[in-house]
């Protein structure tokens, strides 16, 4: 991992002879539920829809060898979504097969940044990024998200391009549905939500992933509905005539050596590629390396990832992905929980996620093209609401009303601008929120800390602010005293202890813990917290001369 300090006592992983069997089924399972989604993340990212595939089938078959978190499964995310079809669109300039070949070059390029944060040991990244930024972009990436998959799920296509005016127009294409089209979008929906409900009803439903099931309906009700032959129908109730055809079906090439598309880097160095590069590269290290270390604290087996090492893995197969087609990939944390939950036990498990997906469209092709585009949609759109959830915001409130603020200013940026603009307006209203609260400029970057050691103990004494943007020098120090059997943080004179630093020392806390090691917080007695949540911002009240008289 790129802390030294709590890299020691990983349990080892588990032979590969030994756990070949479970990784194979949860392998199976996995791909199961990659499938549909791969397709429909590429769909709604303007790439063709085998690009979603491709970019898992690398992630599965070898970015698998290449890193170090042995139960993540690597592969297109949601979270890109936004940023790859902005990419399409801008860079096209109106022309999607341009769009696509020059955001592939972005992709290339991004990903060689990707590879130099890995060996510059920036995995720590992670831990730089307010969390409340971070579930603010992702809550409106969801939004987006379903401001442009509802109109497909119903059949409609949207006149508008950006997501407030795909919002509002939401209710006019309600209102013009194509009625065969939205049931298959509407079914597929209940399916997704009512899926925790119906899983319990069954042991052996239980093992069939929902994105499955929405399948086993909306292929037969495609098939149905005729969706392969253009034609029109007369709905009873309105006399109203519509139009279906393989337009409202996933479009695949007569093979493999077809979907292989190569990158465009003519326009490589103009200032929106570099937006979208930058972008790329940020935005996928960041959720790459949250995925990787919530999947650790999944791990049953307590493994910690070398999240360097992982963040390598993920940049040389966003190279190969960019350079044959495909979208960019991270460790991706909803297929990995579940691969997790099958009963996963190594690397393998990718790795033959990526195998099943391979062996499937090189045999099967004819089968993916009988998926509706409204089912995948439908998949979409439940991820959308997931991440845009109104428990989180809830969630967020409940840490601290400051923390909504930062949260509620990274969304409506990220939904009126871009996610970069929206990720750097939260930090900056972070930081703001610190200098109000009584945090020195000065310190912003740099803490001022104080170091003790006596024999196995160290003490390290925090003055003024711990905040995010300093946490980093912060865990540098922790990690200078790795041998250290007993550390001590004394923020006795520190004016403000930040909800970034204490959910990272937390988190750092368990960790030293399972080693057999402490992590002690002190001098908080003084501090009040800006919300009963138990990891929320601790802020000293200062006294003046004049008080005390």
């Not at 967020?396 to 601008?417: D, V, Y």
Request: net charge positive.
């Amino acid at each position: 991992m790129s802390n030294p300090m709590i890299s020691s006592g990983a349990p080892a992983q588990a032979p590969a002879s030994a756990s070949w069997k479970n990784d194979l089924v949860s392998g199976f399972l996995v791909f199961l539920i990659a499938l549909p989604l791969c397709l429909g993340i590429a769909m709604a990212s303007g790439f063709p829809p085998i690009a979603g595939v491709l970019t898992a089938v690398v992630g599965g078959m070898v970015a698998t060898w290449l890193g170090s978190a042995p139960l993540t499964i690597k592969g297109p995310a949601a979270g890109l979504i936004v940023i790859a079809l902005g990419a399409v669109q801008e860079l096209g300039g109106g022309d999607n097969a341009v769009g696509y070949r020059r955001a592939l070059a972005c992709i290339a390029v991004a990903a060689l940044t990707q590879i130099a944060f890995a060996l510059a040991r920036a995995g720590k990244l992670g831990d730089f990024f307010p969390v409340s930024v971070v579930h603010g972009m992702l809550a409106a990436i969801g939004i987006i998200i379903c401001s442009k998959q509802i109109h497909t799920l119903v059949g409609v296509t949207p006149a508008a391009k950006e997501p407030f005016h795909l919002i509002l127009e939401i209710p006019r294409s309600l209102s013009r549905l194509n009625p065969e089209i939205a049931l298959i979008g509407v079914l597929s929906l209940i399916i997704l939500f009512g899926y925790p409900a119906i899983a319990k009803s069954s042991r052996f439903l239980q093992k069939i992933p929902a994105p499955m099931l929405v399948l086993a309906l909306s292929v037969p009700l495609a098939y149905l509905f005729d969706l392969e032959h253009e034609h029109t129908y007369t709905l009873a109730a309105t006399h109203t005539t519509y139009a279906i055809g393989p337009n409202f079906l996933v479009n695949l090439p007569g093979n493999l050596l077809q979907a292989i598309v190569f990158p465009d880097f003519s326009h490589v160095g103009t200032p929106a590629s570099i937006k979208y590069i930058v972008m790329f590269s940020l935005v996928g290290s960041i959720e790459s390396l949250l995925s990787a270390k919530a999947v650790d604290s999944l791990d049953p087996a307590k493994r910690r990832s070398d999240l360097d090492r992982d963040l390598l893995a993920t940049g040389v197969g966003n190279l190969i992905a960019g350079l044959l087609g495909g979208l960019p990939m991270i460790s991706e944390i909803v297929r990995s929980s579940a691969n997790i939950g099958y009963g996963a036990k190594s690397r393998l498990s990718n790795f033959f996620h990526g195998t099943f997906l391979l062996l499937f469209v090189a045999f099967a092709p004819g089968l993916i093209h009988r998926i509706p585009l409204a089912a995948l949609a439908a998949m979409l759109t439940f991820t959308g609401t997931r991440l845009a959830s109104p428990k989180e915001f809830v969630r967020t409130l409940r840490i601290g009303r400051e923390q909504l603020i930062i949260f509620g200013t990274t969304a409506a940026f990220c939904i009126a601008s871009d996610l970069l603009v929206g990720v750097a307006a939260g930090v900056v209203v972070k930081m703001l929120i610190h200098v109000i609260n009584g945090a020195p400029l000065r310190v912003l970057f740099r803490p001022d800390v104080e170091e003790r050691a006596e024999g196995g103990r160290v003490v390290l004494r925090v003055k003024h602010a711990a905040v995010f943007s300093n946490y980093l020098s912060i865990q540098r120090k922790l990690a200078s005293h790795a041998s250290a059997s007993s550390i001590e943080i004394d923020f006795a004179e520190a004016r403000l202890v930040d909800h970034t630093v204490m959910s990272n020392l937390h988190e750092l806390e368990a960790v030293m813990k399972r080693d057999g090691r402490t992590l002690t917080l002190s001098g908080l007695g003084d501090h009040f917290q800006l919300s009963s949540h138990p990891l929320s911002a601790r802020k000293r009240t200062i006294i003046s001369p004049v008080a005390q008289r």
